[in-house]
């Protein structure tokens, strides 16, 4: 192991450990750590099941980025970027190296965030679970072992979910803390099992860096079709960014972080993450099979503890269960995790309220406008009191993971796809027929039949309408596609009730914009809703 044990170890940093680390651990021995040390239990057919406890989500509310002279101007301070002082992190970051020195085990992974070599960032990640140091080392993209003894890191996370934050002494919200300091490079995670708070931290540091160079940062799936050419798909959580993307058709560039350069698409990172409750074989082929495969890591997924056969369907442990798994477990993925320019922008919504079509064609001013809305709804039955859908505008969609402010990424995307002519296109994965409640999902064999279309080129020689209520581009027409759900309030049996939640929806989008009125051009206000 001495050839994957840095020259720069923890010393160097300033780490007074007394723990055995263990440096760069391949996936064979860290499961074996896992399940001696009885963090998880291996399945039948040999993925890794753990349980995260009672954080099986991110803990939004109790992230925090130090507020000094780095980050006053240039960060987006608010309700999503809250402020930490340097006083408190000092205290935090004496409190955790406290801490990790009481551990009796370490385990330390040397990876990267981003796949093209020019734009990418070094981080060391330390752990006390094995299974988070398994995570990690799937999730990132993974060097070549001659590159380890060198490693510098540039960011470093140290991720200890034993360790208790204390509010008044932290400057924390609760006893789970996520301290980003963007001048020391190091990020603290603690009082939590959730292990996607590691890998969403990474996506932090690159989305902070990267606009400065020119690059665009996103929250998206991508891939190749067969012509070479390649599509992005933005979306938030539960709107088909992994399914949609996991087309055994196309090549797989990654399912959920990218960069958008001069060159290419690059994949942030080297694996994916999928949720797994109410999988289905035959809708979602390629990522049910990874949970059959050795190097799977399933969280919160139920296992019956004398077979050891999974349940996707149970929902008991929480409705967030998810798999994490080298990109290569999918077939067709990309060899280098990159892929050209693209060709095709897809902005997905899973919209409740049944009230957008299943497909639009948006103009560089609307796809702006729609990116910086990152509109998609939260369906009843989610939460305590909620009774009917409720519209969720998360901007760039991604709005907990940019620092900067909305207007950098969009203007970014704006000029790339202006630059590069790209189509763009609005696809609702929700509902249609009603809202949720009346209405039924869309159907997802016409969502791949559209989405096929406008890949290949030949949704653009079809008939369009314009919205009267957004003013984009809708289909009249597609083949293999029912007509009737191309229109959204020929779906529904009361007209009138279309029109009275349309007039809701418009509403909101109009209200949320404000925020970004006075930093977009007039064509992108112009891009705005308008209830017919």
């Known amino acids: 192991m001495s050839d994957r044990v840095p020259a720069y170890g923890l010393d160097k940093q300033g780490f007074d450990v007394v723990a055995a680390v263990h440096w760069n651990l391949g996936t064979a021995p860290l499961v074996e750590e896992a399940v001696t040390r009885g963090e998880g239990i291996l399945a039948k057919d040999g993925p890794l099941v753990v349980k995260t406890g009672k954080h099986t989500g991110r803990s939004a509310n109790d992230k925090f980025i130090v507020r000094d002279a780095e980050t006053e101007e240039t960060v987006w301070w608010g309700k999503t970027n809250k402020g930490m002082t340097p006083e408190h992190f000092a205290v935090l970051k004496s409190d955790f190296l406290a801490h990790l020195a009481t551990r009796d085990d370490l385990f330390v992974q040397d990876l ?58 932290h400057g924390s919200r609760s006893e789970t803390v996520i301290a980003v300091n963007f001048t020391e490079k190091l990020i603290l995670i603690g009082g939590t099992k959730y ?32 012509d070479g050419t390649s599509a992005i798909f933005f979306g938030l959580s539960g709107t088909g960014k992994t399914t949609l993307s996991a087309d055994a058709s196309r090549t797989l560039i990654g399912d959920d972080e990218h960069g958008w350069s001069d060159t290419a698409v690059f994949n942030f990172e080297g694996g994916c993450y999928a949720k797994m409750i109410r999988l289905s074989p035959d809708a979602e082929p390629e990522i049910y099979a990874t949970t059959k495969r050795f190097g799977t890591v399933l969280e919160n997924v139920v296992c019956d503890p004398e077979t050891r056969a999974l349940d996707l369907d149970d929902d008991t442990l929480a409705e967030n269960s998810r798999a994490s798994y080298p990109i290569d477990f999918i077939p067709n993925a990309s060899d280098d995790n990159m892929g050209p320019v693209p060709s095709n922008v897809i902005m997905l919504t899973a919209d409740a309220y049944g009230v957008l079509p299943p497909i639009a064609k948006l103009t560089p001013d609307q796809a702006m406008y729609h990116f910086l809305s990152g509109y998609t709804a939260r369906v009843a039955g989610t939460e305590i009191g909620v009774v009917e859908p409720s519209a969720t505008f998360s901007t760039c969609f991604g709005a907990p993971f940019m620092p900067r402010h909305p207007s950098i990424y969009g203007n970014l995307l704006k000029s790339r796809i202006a630059k590069g002519g790209v189509d763009c296109w609005l696809v609702n994965t929700g509902w249609t027929g009603g809202s949720y409640g009346t209405g039924s999902r869309m159907p997802i064999k016409a969502t791949r039949a559209l989405l096929n279309a406008a890949l290949d080129g030949s949704l653009n020689d079809a008939e369009f309408r314009t919205d009267p209520n957004f003013g984009f581009k809708v289909p009249v027409a597609v083949a293999g596609v029912d007509s009737k759900i191309l229109d959204p309030r020929e779906t529904w049996a009361d007209k009138d009730a279309y ?34």
């Open 195 to 226: 292990a996607g708070e590691m890998k969403k931290s990474v996506f932090g540091i690159l989305n902070y860096k990267l606009p400065m160079d020119g690059i665009m940062p996103m929250h998206c799936s991508a891939n190749i079709g067969p």
């Open 112 to 169: 990267y965030g981003g796949s093209q070599p020019e734009h990418r960032v070094q981080v060391r990640v330390i752990n006390e679970l094995a299974w988070h140091s398994l995570f990690i080392k799937t999730l990132l993209v993974r060097p070549e072992a001659d590159a380890l003894p060198g490693f510098v890191p540039e960011f470093t996370i140290i991720d200890l979910p034993s360790f208790r934050a204390d509010p008044e002494r």
């Open 499 to 532: 029109d009275a939640v349309a007039r809701k929806l418009v509403g909101q989008f109009i209200e949320n914009f404000e925020q970004f009125e006075s930093h977009v051009d007039e064509g992108v206000r112009q891009s705005a809703p308008k209830a017919a």
